[in-house]
């Protein structure tokens, strides 16, 4: 079965930095391109950042320059750095995959709330 599970989420300050880890309980976790979305109340969820298994990465606009994706294929763990936090980051943060079926396979969500 495959599961995520997000974790390092909390309450930071506005221009602090906070590290998200998505650990992986699937086989082969170093072939699969791994995401990084966000929700914010009352918005559509979008993609933060991407990682192949050939680790080239993707980011959305509003966070280039401010976050990094990266993956430590030994430990199936996927993170998301982030650094420069603003107001705007907060969000319940997920971790997520596509499997070979196509099938969509999320974490629980971790929340990230930004004060001023």
């Known amino acids: 079965q495959v599961q995520l599970v997000e974790s390092g989420g909390g309450l930071v300050q506005a221009g602090g930095s906070l590290t998200l880890s998505c650990a992986a309980s699937?086989?082969?976790?170093?072939?699969?391109?791994m995401n990084w979305y966000r929700q914010a109340p009352g918005k559509q969820r979008e993609l933060v950042a991407q990682i192949t298994g050939g680790n080239s990465t993707t980011y959305g606009d509003s966070v280039k320059g401010r976050f990094t994706i990266s993956r430590d294929n030994s430990k199936d763990t996927v993170y998301l750095q982030m650094n420069n936090l603003k107001l705007e980051d907060t969000a319940v943060y997920y971790c997520?995959?596509?499997?070979?079926?196509?099938?969509?396979?999320w974490g629980q969500g971790t929340q990230v709330t930004v004060s001023s």
């Open positions: 997520n995959v596509r499997l070979l079926t196509q099938r969509d396979v």
């Open positions: 699937m086989v082969m976790f170093r072939h699969y391109t």
